[in-house]
């Protein structure tokens, strides 16, 4: 509905009280940043053994990163 009318229609129709409530709950929002997963990930697997050591640290072989001491 937002592409064919505005915010204060919209929560006029839903009954709202406050437009607040309306863009919290149906308007869709923006990513604030592009998904980098996969890339950091990827520098991950390559930065050497010993750069990951300490609170942060490599699992499953480099697939991945978490916090916390290593299994045994």
Not at 37 to 56: F, S
Not at 62 to 69: A, R
Request: cysteine-free; hydrophobic content about 40%.
């Amino acid at each position: 509905m937002a592409s064919e009318s505005t915010l204060a229609n919209a929560t006029a129709l839903l009954g709202h009280s406050d437009e607040s409530t309306t863009a919290r709950h149906y308007v869709q929002r923006l990513h604030v940043a592009p998904d980098l997963r996969v890339i950091i990930d990827q520098l991950v697997a390559q930065a050497p053994d010993d750069a990951l050591e300490g609170p942060i640290r490599r699992v499953n072989g480099g697939s991945g990163m978490t916090k916390g001491p290593t299994a045994a």
